[in-house]
T-cell receptor, first 112, second 117 residues
Framework: DAKTTQPPSMDCAEGRAANLPCNHS???????VYWYRQIHSQGPQYIIH???NNETNEMASLIITEDRKSSTLILPHATLRDTAVYYC?????????????FGGGTRVLVKP | ETGVTQTPRHLVMGMTNKKSLKCEQH?????MYWYKQSAKKPLELMFV???????ENNSVPSRFSPECPNSSHLFLHLHTLQPEDSALYLC????????????????FGEGSRLTVL
């Protein structure tokens, strides 16, 4: 699976949009971009994933560049409960076992 | 509530004890996973079971012994652990890679926090 690079931490203001960048310059054509988050002392939670088109769901939007070498997760209106570590992961979509390899992630602190 | 339940949530054991962590999923998935999360380190994949067969074993010491008796249950048997094995152990499940509805999403439990004295 391709490696990803994320900033170690970032702050954002409550009610504002949070834009979380991720670089995955070695991504292969059959690899998807996944985002998970982990609130303190809980298990990781799936947020969203995409292959090459931008995606949106009730939690967030995922913007993938045309060359697929980077992406941005957007939390449109950050709340205090969005404080968590956010992981960007690239992997083959339907590989047997569907294993995910986690990196260090971005520690996001939403401030009032 | 993710549909994946782990017990116990907290466990303290001595280095000579034998204990087990249990994971149960109610999602109809066919793949289950154990991850380890040590303090200030990324999650590490330990074991993967797909259709009750172990398909991944990431060089985990033999003092950790997984068991998957059926597609709904996964155990991690622990014996003669070391203090450095203290960590949060996370279980996850997913559909197998061949299902057309498989989005590749993993569903995680809340974890079992293990302390080895």
């Amino acid at each position: 699976d391709a490696k990803t690079t994320q900033p170690p931490s970032m702050d954002c203001a409550e009610g504002r949009a949070a834009n979380l960048p991720c670089n995955h310059s070695t991504i292969s054509g059959n690899e998807y971009v996944y985002w998970y988050r982990q609130i303190h002392s809980q298990g990781p939670q799936y947020i969203i994933h995409g292959l090459k088109n931008n995606e949106t769901n009730e939690m967030a939007s995922l913007i993938i560049t045309e060359d697929r070498k980077s992406s941005t997760l957007i939390l449109p209106h950050a709340t205090l409960r969005d404080t968590a570590v956010y992981y960007c992961i690239v992997r083959v979509g339907r590989a047997a076992g569907n294993k995910l390899t986690f990196g260090g992630g971005t520690r996001v602190l939403v401030k009032p | 509530e993710t549909g994946v339940t782990q017990t116990p949530r907290h466990l303290v054991m001595g280095m000579t004890n034998k204990k087990s962590l249990k994971c149960e999923q109610h999602l109809g998935h066919n793949a289950m996973y154990w991850y380890k999360q040590s303090a200030k380190k990324p999650l590490e994949l330990m074991f993967v079971y797909s259709l009750e067969e172990r398909v991944e074993n990431n060089s985990v010491p033999s003092r950790f012994s997984p068991e998957c008796p059926n597609s709904s249950h996964l155990f991690l048997h622990l014996h003669t652990l070391q203090p450095e094995d203290s960590a949060l152990y996370l279980c996850a499940s997913s559909p197998t890679g061949t299902a057309v509805f498989d989005t590749g999403e993993l569903f995680f439990g809340e974890g079992s926090r293990l302390t080895v004295l």
